[in-house]
DNA sequence: TGATTGCATTCCTCTAGAGGAATATATAAG
DNA sequence: CTTATATATTCCTCTAGAGGAATGCAATCA
């Protein structure tokens, strides 16, 4: 055991197509790896291979229907990635003065940011 | 435009060392890099790598502050990622009647999990 | 000024893991 | 039984990106 349940999930979802998928599934109940080749524009083995590890994080689960294989979510490795993300809600939850300006733009620049709650322009009265 | 948003925040937390870092940086109101490689025994380098990344992801955010580079969490990408879940809650939400089976057991095998609810064995009364 | 400290950046190497092709396996259809 | 279909698996290749060493660059200190 060298890694916990939040790693395998968040290891997981790591990755675009993996969480492709998992957008794919959510909405459907579930869906056969046909489908999910067809929607997705990859191919059958890669679409196995990232259902596995899906899988093996709990985050989606099977069921052996004759030949098809009918993939859903699973709820347990979703949340268990919410969960990690929701502990982090106190960052967010914080509030300062200049919240206004923090969520009124949109600034996505290369270099790295600053502090948000540091921009303590005076308002241009 | 390559990439959305979610997708540099979940590439970003995609990796273990850089979980770490945030979780290394939750709690403490900010951080120099010097501080995060002696608590996270990673190298320097690789320490102001990783936080570059997280930058661009706005998961962290800088402040100047004479020779150190202070950093803090950024709510704005933690918050991305947080609501990327958050939008798969109808999934953990969905009730069942088998979920006295479902919160009661923790198997993790290497094969693909069946569906929780489709594991409709008779109780052995 | 020169030395030191804190950090970013560059260059190199190496490996995990993603994709491709081919094949294995199992079920269903004929 | 033979063939077709659905999926998993194996093997190979190739590249993104993680780590290491060395260096660059400011800011501080002596």
Known sequence: MAVAVADLVLDAVGEPN?????ELLHGQRE?????LVDASGLRQPQVSKHLKVLA??????????????????????LRVAHDWFA??????HARFDTLDELVSTDPRPDQPQEH????RRPRPT
Chains 1, 2 share one sequence.
């Open 56 to 77: 093996n994080a709990e985050l989606v689960s099977v069921r052996t229907d004759g030949r098809f294989r009918r993939y859903r979510l699973d709820g347990r490795g």
């Open 31 to 35: 869906s056969t790896v046909s489908e």
């Open 116 to 119: 948000p709650d540091d921009r």
């Open 87 to 92: 502990s982090f809600d106190d960052v967010w």
């Open 18 to 22: 993996r969480r492709h998928l998992l």
